[in-house]
């Protein structure tokens, strides 16, 4: 079964210091899709980045970065020079692919993300 | 361009009642997927419809039903509301059933 876990509940920074999300994922597929989704107060989902798992490159947009190690079953997210409107609850989220049944995905539980002025 | 819609936005409705929730998915988009938030917890995934037909299913009981129009809009309906379906449902559309999901802004439904 798939399961993804953020072991981090809660995060508290002050402007301009540099964050780290964590995010471990299980799965028997060879084959399947990583992603982060940022959830303001709104309530949306909002998308960030979604990762094969045959692309293991890092990938850098604007002050956000991710980090994909497959040999520890990891996808962390950085937020670098965090600011006050990054404050939100963000999602790891990690799908199968399998053609004829879709796509489902399975989220971890969320890490509140609070930055400070 | 215009992102998901769904309505309502909030629902106040008592045990045993039924709700129709309603969503308009992304321009371009023929798939829907339709997801439980309940407070303080991760989306749960509850079905995916593509070509009308229901593609997936999560592990929710039959009280949860969709459809899909041929417009590629969907509803999900929920019979015999207990308190516990009380959560943030989201909607996200695809363009194909492998394709990122981008979800709209939610309809709260509270069960009394």
């Known amino acids: 079964a798939q399961k993804v876990t953020q072991a981090q509940t809660e995060i508290s920074v002050v402007e301009k210091e540099d964050v780290t999300l964590d995010c471990v994922y299980e799965t028997r597929d060879t084959t399947y899709y990583l992603f982060w989704y940022k959830q303001p107060p709104s309530g949306e989902l909002v998308f960030l980045i979604r990762r094969n798992s045959f692309d293991e490159q890092n990938e850098i947009s604007g002050r956000y970065s991710w980090n994909f190690q497959k040999s520890t079953s990891s996808f962390n997210f950085t937020i670098t020079a965090s600011q006050v409107v990054d404050s939100a609850v963000y999602f790891c989220?990690?799908?199968?692919?399998?053609?004829?049944?879709?796509?489902?995905?399975?989220f971890g539980a969320g890490t509140i993300l609070r930055v400070k002025s | 361009d215009a992102g998901v819609t769904q309505s309502p936005t909030h629902l106040i409705k008592t045990r045993g009642q039924q709700v129709t929730l309603r969503c308009s998915p992304k321009s371009g988009h023929d798939t829907v997927s339709w997801y439980q938030q309940a407070l303080g917890q991760g989306p749960q995934f509850i079905f995916q419809y593509y070509e009308e037909e229901e593609r997936q299913r999560g592990n929710f009981p039959d009280r949860f039903s969709g459809h899909q129009f041929p417009n590629y809009s969907s509803e999900l309906n929920v019979n015999a509301l207990l308190l516990g379906d009380s959560a943030l449902y989201l909607c996200?559309?695809?363009?194909?059933?492998?394709?990122?999901?981008?979800f709209g802004p939610g309809t709260r439904l509270l069960v009394l």
């Open positions: 989220a990690l799908s199968e692919y399998i053609m004829e049944y879709g796509n489902k995905l399975v």
């Open positions: 996200a559309s695809s363009w194909g059933p492998q394709e990122t999901q981008y």
